[in-house]
């Protein structure tokens, strides 16, 4: 079934949809500014968003037309959508976007640089789907190659406008976050990603090197890595080694090790679990990053749990534990580590300041070290890149 409306200027990027149910929805053209004009911006698919407790938002379809299921959560980062799309991270979840107006600066090439790809943070699109308020089919930007809508089509990947986000992030923050599923024409079932080690569907198969010429080598668990953290670590004059998330790498050389974030339950991450305890074990110097602060908290004995909803943000305030010292944080994790259970030579090193969560954490005496954010932001604030120094001074001093 499809649906035809029409937009016009008498009120900023509104759109409202009459008479969903029969199939007919037009805008609603009452108080209609004299002179300016009205276009038609097209015919689209319509779809129906279902959460677990029975909810349902009707939607609009921009992406491909086809009915799937994830666990819905939401990010409240103002920009920054092609770099959250093709973080890793976001594996079998249908992403709710808060910002009202997703696409006006479209998505840029794949221009790359060291086998990497420049302005996006993987190859592909990861989320199961994508929610958002208003969608724009322009692309008003000088490094815009195309649509958003396009490249959510390019990557099979289902889309819906015209959704009440507000009503939908705040019956997540009500009841927690939710199973979902989008249906077309056909229903599904509901799934549960975070029953699956989902840090194998996201990982390389076989090791890549990066910048061999680098005076460090370091080795990066992919567990679903962004290639930020990839290139901070190039730029810093290392040799990189991405080995897959259950690959055996200790008959390699290398300085240090680098546990990168991923998707899903840390605890499914049995075999990435055993490496990192065995990294600890042999005293190597290890930095964790985001799902990489779960694994070595796991690897150590310590407890993880799952958060009600989640840090999907670009604005998460971070205090350096025994300083008054606070950074602003990206972050995109929906578990975190219990830092009562942590060992007695092991203490928190960061502390999330609006829910007093667990930000990371570090052994009292040798390099071991890890944070629940994202140091490399892409997207988001820059205030704690310097980490990467921090880590890379106890490999080269």
């Avoid at 029975?54 to 959508?81: C, D, L, R, W």
């Avoid at 958002?132 to 819906?160: C, I, M, Q």
């Avoid at 971070?318 to 259970?341: D, M, P, W």
Wanted: hydrophobic share 35%; charged share 20%.
């Amino acid at each position: 079934m499809h649906i035809e409306f029409v937009l016009t200027y008498d009120s900023p990027c509104a759109i409202s949809i009459e008479n969903w149910k029969d199939g007919s929805a037009k805008r609603n053209r009452q108080g209609t500014q004299k002179g300016i004009p009205s276009f038609a911006i097209g015919s689209m698919e319509k779809a129906v968003l279902t959460l677990e407790d029975g909810t349902q938002f009707n939607g609009i379809s921009f992406g491909a037309e086809k009915s799937i299921s994830g666990e819905v959560v939401f990010n409240t980062g103002m920009v920054g959508y092609y770099e959250s799309l093709s973080d890793p991270s976001y594996r079998g979840q249908i992403l709710v976007f808060t910002y009202p107006l997703i696409g006006n600066y479209g998505v840029p090439s794949r221009k790359s640089e060291h086998n990497l790809l420049e302005y996006f943070e993987s190859d592909h699109i990861h989320p199961s789907a994508l929610i958002v308020s208003d969608y724009s089919n322009s692309r008003d930007h000088w490094n815009a190659e195309k649509t958003l809508s396009t490249w959510l089509k390019e990557n099979d990947v289902p889309a819906l406008s015209g959704i009440d986000t507000r009503a939908l992030t705040k019956r997540l923050r009500e009841k927690g976050t939710m199973l979902g599923k989008i249906t077309f024409r056909q229903e599904t079932e509901f799934d549960d990603p975070n029953k699956k080690n989902l840090i194998r569907e996201v990982s390389i198969r076989q090791p890549i090197s990066y910048n061999e010429e680098g005076n460090t080598r370091i080795i990066v668990i992919d567990c679903g890595v962004k290639y930020n953290i990839l290139r901070s670590l190039i730029k810093r004059n290392c040799h990189v080694i991405r080995v897959p998330c259950a690959y055996d790498f200790f008959h390699l050389s290398f300085d240090g090790v680098v546990i990168s974030n991923g998707p899903g339950n840390p605890k499914m991450c049995k075999e990435t679990i055993a490496l990192v305890k065995k990294c600890l074990e042999k005293g190597m110097p290890t930095f964790g990053i985001c799902l990489g602060n779960q694994i070595m908290a796991l690897a150590v004995g310590a407890n993880t749990y799952k958060l009600k909803y989640g840090h999907r943000s670009q604005n998460q305030p971070c205090l350096e534990v025994g300083t008054q010292r606070c950074y602003i944080t990206s972050q995109n994790h929906g578990f975190a580590v219990e830092t009562k259970t942590l060992p007695q030579d092991w203490e928190a090193w960061f502390v999330n300041i609006n829910d007093n969560t667990n930000e990371g954490i570090k052994h009292t005496s040798k390099s071991f070290m890890a944070v629940q954010f994202h140091p490399e932001h892409s997207p988001g604030p820059v205030d704690t890149e310097f980490l990467f120094d921090t880590f890379l001074r106890t490999l080269r001093s």
